[in-house]
């Protein structure tokens, strides 16, 4: 049964990244792990004091040195067991029966993509553990993540709330259709308000592709609000969720190549930089 994986570091997004996935968890009645990487270390070489100081001396050293790195790395091990066990006990608060944990060394999008197809949803945090809370700059690993998975994402916030209104960005584009299906046949949404709004001209394909996707929705029982409104996305989407207060946005990923991005921007990475709410991101 696929799981619903979340990525904890300790950082201050950490126990929102445990109630994201513990809601996901109950929503969709799936197993919940959680997973702590343990990346390897790229301390600076030691200087060689060969010609300075004596050959057993410098051997001394490099035994020292030695020994201070698997010392750290012993702690750095039992700390993420600290980490897991504090998220375990923090899922079981909240419902959930039996989450596990799991500590893996090296890359997180290595670890990622080797365990990609047991995955049913991935919860991250905005920013990791070496990220200032209020910095704009994004996690160092989590473009990579999103670019390499096609899972959907759940990026946290500082705080998560169980969320009562949800927003889809919607434009005709395939990965967005699947996203309404997507939202129409999973118990992850099933009883909330989706909002389906698009960015652009209110012409005759923009108001069909917009019927389709409302009435794809109606049909599984949602309320679906929906709108065509002029503007860039970013504008567009912030604003309608600050005006009718949304939880949480729906999107899709990178629909671009990565030079397109280079030459215009990459709404994706514009709209996780500024949200204050999670981000679902299809891919």
Known sequence: MKTVL????GSA???????AAAWATLRLDAPLTFLHVLHKRHDPQPTDLSG???LGAQEDLLEELAALDEKRGKLAQEGGRQILSAARERARCAGIVAPEGLQRHGGLVETLTEMEEGIRLLVLGKRGQEAAVASEHLGSHLERVIRAMHRPILVTTLEFRAPQRVILAFDGSATT???VEMVAG?????????????????SAENRGQ?????QTLQRAGFDAPAAILPGEPENVLTRYQQEHDIDLMIMGAYG???IRQLLIGSTTTEMMRKSTIPLLLLR
Do not use: T
């Open 6 to 9: 979340a990525c904890i570091d």
């Open 13 to 19: 997004f950490s126990p929102a990244v445990c109630d």
């Open 52 to 54: 300075s100081i004596g």
């Open 177 to 179: 259709r699947k996203g």
């Open 186 to 202: 999973s118990p992850l949404f099933r009883g909330l308000s989706c909002h389906l709004v698009m960015s652009g001209a209110d």
């Open 210 to 214: 917009l019927d389709w996707a409302r």
């Open 256 to 258: 671009h190549s990565r």
